[in-house]
């Protein structure tokens, strides 16, 4: 099973922008579809946005045009670029990594990082 582990988070003022990034410990190429979620105090988790295998992206409404979501499967790295974030978008933010196969093993998840965003 991978291991991943997020970086990048802080705090941050409105408008402002962070860039998220998400290490795996081993190759993701050709294996995993990557994800970010995000979780905010007393709110469910829930999918931000989506990087399939072949690169292609989705997005919750909330963060469509401001997000972008990008992998590198030479580094094994996953990135979350947030442009324009609001306090709405406080939240502890998770990477996962969803295997197309069970032979690689179950989904994954990284500890989590905090962003921020307030005066």
């Known amino acids: 099973q991978v291991q991943l582990m997020e970086s990048g988070g802080g705090l941050v003022q409105p408008g402002g922008s962070l860039r998220l990034s998400c290490t795996a410990s081993?190759?993701?190429?050709?294996?995993?579809?990557m994800n970010w979620y995000r979780q905010a105090p007393g709110k469910q988790r829930e999918q931000v946005a989506t990087?399939?295998?072949?690169?292609?992206?989705d997005y919750a409404d909330s963060v469509k045009g401001r997000f972008t979501i990008s992998r590198d499967d030479v580094k094994n790295t996953v990135t979350l670029q947030m442009n324009n974030l609001k306090p709405e978008d406080t939240a502890v933010y998770y990477c996962?990594?969803?295997?197309?196969?069970?032979?690689?093993?179950?989904?994954?998840w990284g500890p989590g990082t905090q962003v921020t965003v307030s005066l």
């Open positions: 990087i399939g295998r072949t690169g292609s992206t």
């Open positions: 081993r190759s993701i190429f050709s294996i995993y579809t």
């Open positions: 996962n990594a969803v295997p197309w196969s069970a032979f690689y093993g179950d989904s994954s």
